[in-house]
């Protein structure tokens, strides 16, 4: 909401797209957005268009004219000043998507925001779309933080904050993990459960979520593709039950090659599905992208309740404190781990003779490690090899144990989540000076 107020007073401001997986939130955030920010919003939804719709954005696509039309459709006064025009699933009417081109170049004074679950996949190909005549926002599903204010605990969301070393609140934190390893963060999932907290509710709604993710593949792709990206999709638990540094085309269909799978993972990712980590084999060179592995990468679901239902892990996995970080190999924890960093560029390290440390990032001008470990056993020999070889000036851990900054190793206990970006600065800034 910050960013959207943001953009609205912005200089120079642009038709701005919303990008986001399906059911994350994108409609009701610019609704809310236009409900507090202006005196009224045109709302229109591309998801089924009337023919008088498609007929409209099918003749000139002249600001104009479209908002003169859209005045007479809605019945209601479009004004540039204080309506917020709303453009959902934009991406079901290519030619509108277009028209955003021109409401930048020809009538920049028009607030004009599109939203649309497989906008990064229409804008990943289209050609008519030029650079430059947009701005961008991602909406990610609720991290630990924001499910702690769904559940009315901001006071000690703010506690930590003010008090970043401060392990006090440990059992109401980790009962709250618990809920939210379960949950996970999609919107409606979480307003249900804050209703009802009746888990086969959260079940049903999960595989509605997952079975209009499942619709999308054969709606919007041919029949070779779709099944393609359902077998990569399908396969995604699979890969995390095996403890390996990359993606296995193997585990999608045996005797998969890259070649055939590349497009299915690329859909994917663009849809909001996936998020693609690429590995890296060096640990003093910036910036980090420019060595990534593209033939090497893991895959990461866009949200840890939504994996755990595909994945099918049961509720008495997530009631066990050593089953919960023992179920696949602990990737579970890394799962939870990304989500909560998913504002990050993120990739992974290995080394043939040292081992793997599961995330590096840069912050600044330098690469900060990040180990994830299940519980409280935090022997990490991988993290303790990279930090010999090339010195960072933090490194960090996430664990059971209690926060706390040892040296330049920063500990943050997995419920601290929340407050890592305060923490990583505050020790950065120590280990420096």
Known sequence: MLELIKWKSRSGRKPLLLEGARQVGKTWLLKEFGKRCFKNVAYINFQNPSQELTDLFNGSIEPKRIVGMLELMLDMKISADDTLLIFDEEQEVPRALTSLKYFCEDAPEYHIAAAGSLLGIFLHKSTSFPVGKIDTMKLESLDFEEYLWANGREKIVDYLKENLFDNHFKEILYDLFKYYIFTGGMPAVVADW??????????????????????????????????????????????????????????????????????????????GIVRRVNNVKVGNKIPLKAYAETAAFKLYFVDIGLFRYLADIPLEVIHSKEAIFDEFNGLLTEQFVLQQLAKYNLFFWTSDRIGEVDYVMQYQADIIPIEVKSGTNVKAKSLKMFRENYSPKVSVRFSLKDTKLDDDLLNVSLFHSPVFDLLLDYSFNKCVK
């Open 194 to 271: 804050i209703e009802n907290h009746d888990f086969d509710n959260v079940k049903r709604i999960q595989k509605e979520i997952i079975g209009n993710y499942r619709t999308d593949f054969s709606k919007h792709t041919d029949n070779t593709t779709a099944i393609r990206i359902r077998q990569v999709f399908e396969s995604l638990p699979a890969q995390f039950a095996k403890k390996n540094d990359k993606f296995l085309y193997g585990t999608v269909k045996q005797g998969a090659r890259a070649r055939e799978y590349e497009l299915a993972i690329e859909w994917l990712i663009d849809a």
